[in-house]
């Protein structure tokens, strides 16, 4: 068995999963980012349930194929696989399958003690997760995914009753800075192109726009888009995402007209394993699908991802995104190059989508990627100007709803304005404050006539561990500091705050 080197982020995922079952939940929810190591974190996972049966559901051969190497190399046990023909044995006690051939046989032997859903997100969308879960007998369940937004949240806490991580594309962005390159994502730098390409006609069905029309309303640019791509482009490594098959074809002819090592890629390619070993040898610069290489295809070395199929969903475009944001030598960062797509009828994600907590946060971040700035850099500008326009609110609204007012303060003097618009999402956060989170509140310095909700307790708690973890001010320290007279005591330093409380002291 392989040494595992757990990263930091991988490690607080488990404990928050033991943790999530040591206090009663059966379901906890698991959020972190493509490339963040999910494969890995849930493998250690199961190395802890031994020697009881653990039973993971993916629903794409990639991921039956990734989570088979990762648990082997973490646990030394090679599981078994139900997935079409082949057939776990009664003796596995790792066992990975695909949903869609355990929704139709039981496993073969003792039932299971766990059962793993990695891409949890589409457990919701799918009934054969909750047939496939009910014949493992197991009586507990946890979900790992990359994408779930609030709304979608929202839907999965009718399976999941606990969310007890979550880290963010951003937080994995910073990280990837701060360590120098070691560990983290890179940044990303969004880029449209000089053309507009006309969604109005385009229409929707099962909530994302059908392929056929895009297609349509796509093709007739592809040798603009190609033009652009062979004069400014021609020494990236690319993937392209297409609406359909046939527009990836296209669009990898009109690249191999122009000179450029391009390939197509579709999930019956007899030559498929050959076509990606050969872009991974960068004997191919320039790669183009349709819907096969969203989930469960790692290369780490992609530097730009060219969206030629615009969505509606949150969840397939950060899938997307995401097959270019890992870390690799010589990687400066990935290069999102996103046409225009423009539209009065619809709204299509862009990357901004990523971390912005609602559409009007989403629309300023986007404007000012347009104008050249990375995904990081530009959510750090829009929250300094969101910062300023809370303290107007509050000015403004002095005298009005108390509640919300006390709830914005606390937002800016820890300095996460998501704080003031948070909303529950699983079914435990609108119950009331436990005695133990209002002691370590009140200890902290904030007024349980604050927090409303146990989950909005959580939150807070967490904000205030994250802040010591970083070596940031106290809440104390902070609004003694802004009462002497700092303007932005939240972004100091607990020793900041410190040598700056006694210069200021020792003035007055």
Same mark, same amino acid.
């Given at each position: 068995?392989?040494?595992?080197?757990?990263?930091?982020?991988?490690?607080?995922?488990?404990?928050?999963?033991?943790?999530?079952?040591?206090?009663?939940?059966?379901?906890?929810?698991?959020?972190?980012?493509?490339?963040?190591?999910?494969?890995?974190?849930?493998?250690?996972?199961?190395?802890?349930?031994?020697?009881?049966?653990?039973?993971?559901?993916?629903?794409?051969?990639?991921?039956?194929?990734?989570? !088979?190497?990762?648990?082997?190399?973490?646990?030394?046990?090679?599981?078994? !696989?139900?997935?079409?023909?082949?057939?776990?044995?009664?003796?596995?006690?790792?066992? !990975?399958?695909?949903?869609?051939?355990?929704?139709?046989?039981?496993?073969?032997?003792?039932?299971?003690?766990?059962?793993?859903?990695?891409?949890?997100?589409? !457990?919701?969308?799918?009934?054969?997760?909750?047939?496939?879960?009910?014949?493992?007998?197991?009586?507990?369940?946890?979900?790992?995914?990359?994408?779930?937004?609030?709304?979608?949240?929202?839907?999965?806490?009718?399976?999941?009753?606990?969310?007890?991580?979550?880290?963010?594309?951003?937080?994995?962005?910073?990280?990837?800075?701060?360590?120098?390159?070691?560990?983290?994502?890179?940044?990303?730098?969004?880029?449209?192109?000089?053309?507009?390409?006309?969604?109005?006609?385009?229409?929707?069905?099962?909530?994302?726009?059908?392929?056929?029309?895009?297609?349509?309303?796509?093709?007739?640019?592809?040798?603009? *888009?190609?033009?652009?791509?062979?004069?400014?482009?021609?020494?990236?490594?690319?993937?392209?995402?297409?609406?359909?098959?046939?527009?990836?074809?296209?669009?990898?002819?009109?690249?191999?007209?122009?000179?450029?090592?391009?390939?197509?890629?579709?999930?019956?390619?007899?030559?498929?394993?050959?076509?990606?070993?050969?872009?991974?040898?960068?004997?191919?610069?320039?790669?183009?699908?349709?819907?096969?290489?969203?989930?469960?295809?790692? &290369?780490?070395?992609?530097?730009?991802?060219?969206?030629?199929?615009?969505?509606?969903?949150?969840?397939?475009?950060?899938?997307?995104?995401?097959?270019?944001?890992?870390?690799?030598?010589?990687?400066?960062?990935?290069?999102?190059?996103?046409?225009?797509?423009?539209?009065?009828?619809?709204?299509?994600?862009?990357?901004?989508? *990523?971390?912005?907590?609602?559409?009007? &946060?989403?629309?300023?971040?986007?404007?000012?990627?347009?104008?050249?700035?990375?995904?990081?850099?530009?959510?750090?500008?829009?929250?300094?100007?969101?910062?300023?326009?809370?303290?107007?609110?509050?000015?403004?609204?002095?005298?009005?709803?108390?509640?919300?007012?006390?709830?914005?303060?606390?937002?800016?003097?820890?300095?996460?304005?998501?704080? /003031?618009?948070?909303?529950?999402?699983?079914?435990?956060?609108?119950?009331?404050?436990?005695?133990?989170?209002?002691?370590?509140?009140?200890?902290?310095?904030?007024?349980?006539?604050?927090?409303?909700?146990?989950?909005? /307790?959580?939150?807070?708690?967490?904000?205030?561990? &994250?802040?010591?973890?970083?070596?940031? /001010?106290? *809440?104390?320290?902070?609004?003694?500091?802004?009462?002497?007279?700092?303007?932005?005591?939240?972004?100091?330093?607990?020793?900041?705050?410190?040598?700056?409380?006694?210069?200021?002291?020792?003035? /007055?």
């Amino acid at each position: 068995m392989a040494a595992i080197l757990l990263r930091r982020y991988q490690q607080d995922a488990i404990s928050a999963a033991r943790a999530s079952f040591e206090a009663g939940h059966k379901a906890p929810l698991l959020v972190m980012p493509t490339g963040s190591g999910k494969t890995v974190t849930f493998a250690v996972i199961a190395r802890l349930v031994l020697p009881k049966r653990t039973l993971v559901i993916a629903h794409r051969k990639e991921l039956i194929e990734q989570a !088979v190497a990762k648990i082997e190399a973490v646990t030394g046990i090679r599981p078994g !696989v139900e997935m079409g023909p082949r057939r776990a044995l009664a003796s596995d006690p790792i066992v !990975v399958g695909t949903v869609q051939t355990l929704a139709k046989r039981k496993v073969a032997g003792e039932s299971f003690a766990l059962v793993v859903v990695d891409e949890a997100h589409h !457990v919701v969308a799918d009934s054969q997760y909750a047939t496939a879960i009910k014949a493992s007998g197991a009586k507990h369940l946890l979900g790992v995914t990359a994408t779930p937004y609030r709304a979608d949240k929202r839907a999965l806490s009718a399976v999941f009753d606990d969310n007890p991580y979550n880290l963010g594309m951003l937080d994995m962005v910073d990280l990837g800075r701060t360590s120098g390159g070691s560990e983290g994502l890179c940044d990303i730098t969004v880029r449209t192109l000089p053309i507009q390409i006309d969604m109005g006609a385009v229409h929707v069905r099962q909530g994302d726009f059908v392929a056929g029309e895009v297609a349509d309303v796509l093709e007739p640019e592809l040798a603009r *888009l190609a033009d652009i791509v062979a004069a400014e482009y021609a020494d990236r490594k690319l993937l392209a995402f297409c609406p359909l098959r046939a527009s990836s074809r296209a669009w990898t002819e009109l690249l191999r007209a122009r000179g450029l090592p391009a390939a197509h890629v579709q999930g019956d390619s007899p030559d498929r394993a050959e076509i990606l070993a050969a872009f991974a040898r960068d004997e191919i610069r320039f790669l183009s699908n349709s819907a096969v290489l969203t989930e469960g295809y790692d &290369q780490p070395d992609i530097d730009t991802v060219l969206l030629l199929r615009p969505t509606k969903s949150r969840g397939l475009f950060a899938q997307m995104v995401g097959r270019g944001t890992r870390l690799h030598p010589g990687k400066e960062g990935l290069l999102v190059l996103d046409p225009m797509f423009v539209s009065e009828r619809h709204s299509v994600m862009h990357a901004a989508s *990523l971390v912005a907590t609602d559409g009007e &946060q989403e629309a300023r971040v986007t404007k000012l990627m347009r104008r050249g700035l990375s995904m990081q850099a530009s959510v750090q500008a829009d929250a300094a100007a969101e910062k300023d326009r809370l303290k107007e609110a509050l000015r403004r609204a002095a005298r009005r709803n108390p509640y919300q007012r006390r709830l914005a303060e606390l937002a800016i003097e820890l300095d996460d304005i998501g704080l /003031a618009s948070w909303e529950p999402t699983m079914p435990w956060h609108h119950e009331r404050p436990s005695t133990k989170q209002l002691a370590a509140l009140e200890q902290a310095g904030i007024s349980a006539d604050t927090i409303g909700s146990r989950g909005l /307790a959580s939150a807070v708690l967490d904000r205030l561990a &994250q802040r010591r973890l970083q070596g940031l /001010a106290t *809440l104390k320290q902070v609004r003694y500091a802004r009462m002497l007279g700092h303007t932005a005591p939240e972004e100091l330093t607990f020793a900041e705050a410190s040598a700056w409380i006694g210069s200021a002291r020792q003035a /007055a």
